[in-house]
């Protein structure tokens, strides 16, 4: 375990993190999930712990290690995560990098479901999950200083960005482009727009380590800013 910063400029901060896809079960061998690797939110929530933060790190089955030094929380499902962010709080800032999955599976099956003699398949339906997000950034009392969301998009990036922020009432939302010409998911790189109350700021396409280091500076600005 390494020791976190006596003297950064977030030392004595408490700042939750949220990682990786979210898996919903189908049956007890089969799950929907999605190509999130968790490298933005891993890569993010070492670069608060380096700036001397205390770090809560939510993660669900992510194809990156954990940061060292932070305490680890591993989830699952989305409902799973719901619960971990709750428990998780108080913070100073709350930072939602995971893909959480926006339905899960109503009808999931106890056993493994059997192919049929008659070749009929199965139908799924769905119920939407808990947003989580949305439910910290609305809360009266307790709500962190900062609450910051990602917003994976296809197209229209800034626009749809510009709206979830006012939809789900968090501070800031980081935009980006999944676009599969994009290469974001699973790649080294990252395309991010910061969207805040004063508008859009558009960052150059770099490596997703470099985008976690200048968003981990611009949270500590923000809270040094709100204590001081
Ligand atoms: N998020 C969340 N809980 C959910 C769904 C999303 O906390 N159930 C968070 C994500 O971690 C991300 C932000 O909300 O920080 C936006 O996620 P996104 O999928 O882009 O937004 P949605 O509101 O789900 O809209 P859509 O998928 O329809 O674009
Ligand atoms: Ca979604």
């Excluded at 971990?84 to 479901?113: C, E, G, H, T, Y």
């Excluded at 939407?128 to 197209?155: C, H, K, W, Y």
């Excluded at 727009?193 to 380590?209: H, L, N, R, S």
């Amino acid at each position: 375990i390494r020791a976190q910063l006596a003297d950064g400029p977030l030392t004595g901060k408490h700042v939750l993190v949220t990682s990786g896809p979210t898996h919903e079960p189908i049956d007890p061998v089969r799950y929907i999930a999605n190509r999130s690797s968790g490298a933005q939110g891993t890569a993010l929530a070492r670069a608060l712990r380096d700036l001397g933060a205390n770090i809560t790190f939510v993660t669900g089955p992510a194809s990156v290690p954990p940061p060292e030094g932070v305490k680890v929380v591993p989830v699952e499902t989305a409902q799973q995560m719901f619960e971990a962010v709750q428990n998780a709080l108080p913070a100073d800032a709350a930072i939602f990098a995971a893909a959480v999955a926006d339905w899960r599976v109503a009808n999931a099956s106890a056993q493994k479901m059997k192919k049929d003699s008659t070749g009929t398949a199965p139908a799924l339906s769905f119920t939407e999950n808990p947003d989580i997000l949305a439910t910290v950034s609305q809360m009266g009392a307790g709500r962190p200083a900062l609450v910051v969301g990602f917003a994976a998009e296809t197209e229209n990036v800034q626009a749809h960005a510009t709206a979830k922020r006012a939809r789900k009432g968090c501070d800031w939302i980081v935009a980006n482009d999944v676009s599969p010409e994009s290469g974001v998911m699973g790649g080294a790189h990252n395309t991010v727009t910061i969207i805040d109350a004063a508008g859009a700021e558009t960052w150059a396409q770099m490596p997703k380590v470099q985008v976690a280091q200048k968003l981990a500076e611009r949270i500590a600005a923000q809270l040094t800013k709100e204590t001081s």
